[in-house]
């Protein structure tokens, strides 16, 4: 395999990777914004890490790895509210990360209409360091 194929078959697993993640930060906030119907609180910070998360992958400034590690704290996260609310807000979580992870989340799967006001900040945190 020349040099340049084995790029562009990296670039297209980053790609997809990073795509499978996006999913995943949807699948969160759509479950956060279902915390929040049900009148409970969300962890501290978690809008905020949420946000940042978005940023990362958006930036192209984080890992691959990084990402994904910050995902995986938000679930641990939201994990123990939605333990609070029900199980089957758990098995649901889990239900839809696990169809992010695999490419079989859509769009019609989630609304995240309850978050749109929360997320929607004028603020972009930094991510890439300047040196």
Known sequence: MTEHAEQ???????QE????FGW???ALAYMAGRV?????QLPSGFL?????ARTEMESGCTSVCDVGA???DLENKLFPVLLQ???GEVH???ELIGKAMNGSLERRDIDLSPLKVKLAKCTIPSVCSSS
Request: charged residues 35%; aromatic residues 12%.
């Open 17 to 20: 990777m990073y795509s499978r």
């Open 36 to 40: 929040l119907t049900y009148d409970k």
């Open 24 to 26: 995943k930060w949807a």
């Open 48 to 52: 905020d890490d949420l946000t940042l």
């Open 85 to 87: 609310v029900s199980e």
């Open 8 to 14: 562009d078959k990296y670039r297209t697993e980053v």
């Open 92 to 94: 649901t979580m889990l």
């Open 70 to 72: 910050h995902l995986r």
